[in-house]
């Protein structure tokens, strides 16, 4: 079994900064991309940062030079530095990622639990 779960989020005012982690753990052979997804009340979720696992990456337009994605492969984590933040960043954040499951020998999408980011005027 696979499971992905997230950290770092809270409350923070414009202009302030957070990191977000997320661990995947379980029954994983290997990772192809990482990303981060959020979704805002009312809104349709939208991917924010993506990461290969060369390393190339890609990023919303509304957060390039703002936020920088990174990952460990060898740890299986990946990361999101969110800095210069916005109210209209605020949303429920998720970790997405690409993982061949070493028991099923499945490739499938996984999903965190989500972690709040609230961005103060």
């Known amino acids: 079994q696979v499971q992905l779960v997230e950290s770092g989020g809270g409350l923070v005012q414009a202009g302030g900064s957070l990191r977000l982690s997320c661990t995947a753990s379980?029954?994983?052979?290997?990772?192809?991309?990482m990303a981060w997804y959020r979704q805002a009340p009312g809104k349709q979720r939208e991917l924010v940062a993506a990461?290969?696992?060369?390393?190339?990456?890609n990023y919303a337009d509304s957060v390039k030079g703002r936020f920088g994605i990174s990952r460990n492969s060898a740890k299986n984590t990946v990361s999101l530095q969110m800095n210069s933040l916005k109210p209209e960043d605020t949303a429920v954040y998720y970790c997405?990622?690409?993982?061949?499951?070493?028991?099923?020998?499945?490739?499938?999408?996984?999903w965190g639990q989500g972690t709040q980011v609230t961005v103060s005027s």
């Open positions: 379980g029954s994983i052979f290997s990772i192809n991309v």
């Open positions: 990461i290969t696992r060369g390393g190339s990456a």
């Open positions: 997405k990622a690409d993982i061949l499951d070493s028991q099923r020998l499945v490739r499938g999408d996984y």
